[in-house]
């Protein structure tokens, strides 16, 4: 149920953006994250919603506490279920025109935020993206080795406003990739409602399925090139686990692969473009069966082999799925058991 945050004495109408936090056994780095927010310039006006998912280390009582110190914060406790379905509660309340997706263990730069803060209330482009900057729990920053995750590369300012789709073709000529996730831009709340854009319950890598369908469909982008959001990377989290065993991320991903197969066939009229943009899905899907060892955890006939041949453009790809049949054929691979 919410929390103790009152917006009543705030203009509804006039909230220009929405803060989501899901929240569950964050109580280490809550502090640093709401403390970076509320430093922005123009915070005040901005409505945070914290989501207890079930937290039983102390942060429901903490978000509580912020919740009763300041008038645009609320809580909304619930049982844990997740991220996905943290955030769709969220959006049950935001009052804002646009919402912005924050994880509870990452910051933004204040002074870079309040300039968001600013855009919010007067644009109306259905998404506004912007970059990110890994780090670590000491502050210091990571190497850019994993650029794409983090930064739209292809993108310029001097875009302008462009399609989704757009976007993504830019992304993919430049380097063959793109960025999926929730943390890296605003989101029109009218056309995220309008769309039905809500998160699959109890899908992990959740970001990338939303991130992807939510981008392709949308008319209208604006790409801001600045570092606005760090991410936090960490022991423990669902994507750096301290304790490995992948068949949940396995069975998510059996799910969420095909269907966005499906999807980019439905939204993507332009063909060079849909096959871009499978092929690009593709070597991320073949990625992560040898990283996360799909036939040593008894998952190999799973994956549509035929399927993904037929859609990969490159040679790397090729090879594995081709290894990939070896395996499943062979059975080289024993089911794992890590009950």
């Not at 903490?62 to 943290?86: C, Q, T």
Request: hydrophobic content about 35%; proline content about 3%.
């Amino acid at each position: 149920m919410a929390g103790n945050g009152d917006l009543t004495d705030m203009n509804k109408d006039g909230i220009s953006l929405s803060v989501i936090i899901p929240v569950y056994n964050a109580g280490k780095y809550l502090d640093k994250c709401i403390g970076s927010l509320l430093k922005a310039d123009g915070i005040n006006g901005v409505q945070i919603i914290l989501v207890d998912d079930g937290s039983d280390d102390g942060s429901g009582d903490a978000a509580d506490g912020y919740a009763a110190k300041h008038r645009n914060i609320s809580v909304i406790h619930k049982a844990n279920e997740g991220p996905s379905e943290a955030r769709n509660a969220g959006m049950g309340k935001a009052l804002g025109r646009y919402i912005f997706f924050c994880d509870a263990d990452d910051e933004v730069v204040p002074e870079l935020f309040s300039n968001i803060i600013s855009m919010a209330e007067s644009s109306s482009e259905d998404i506004i993206l912007w970059d990110a900057e890994p780090f670590d729990d000491e502050g210091s920053v990571f190497p850019q080795k994993r650029r794409d995750y983090f930064i739209h590369r292809g993108l310029k300012e001097s875009d302008g406003v462009i399609s989704g789709c757009g976007v993504m073709e830019k992304m993919l000529d430049d380097c063959g990739d793109f960025p999926a996730t929730v943390w890296l831009g605003i989101h029109r709340t009218g056309y995220l409602k309008d769309n039905g854009l809500l998160f699959e319950k109890g899908l992990l890598h959740e970001d990338e399925l939303w991130a992807v369908k939510t981008l392709l469909s949308a008319k209208t982008v604006r790409y801001v090139p600045q570092k606005i959001y760090r991410y936090r990377i960490h022991k423990g989290s669902i994507t750096n686990p301290e304790v490995i065993d992948w068949r949940k991320n396995i069975e998510s991903m059996l799910r969420l692969y095909p269907e966005l197969f499906g999807f980019c066939d439905e939204r993507i009229g332009d063909i060079s473009l849909r096959k871009k943009v499978k092929a690009a899905l593709a070597h991320r899907y073949i990625h992560m069966i040898f990283e996360y060892d799909f036939t040593g955890y008894g998952y190999g006939g799973k994956i549509d082999r035929k399927q993904l041949w037929d859609i990969s453009d490159r040679l790397i790809d090729k090879c594995r799925l081709m290894l990939l049949a070896l395996k499943v054929r062979t059975g080289s691979s024993r089911a794992k058991d890590v009950s």
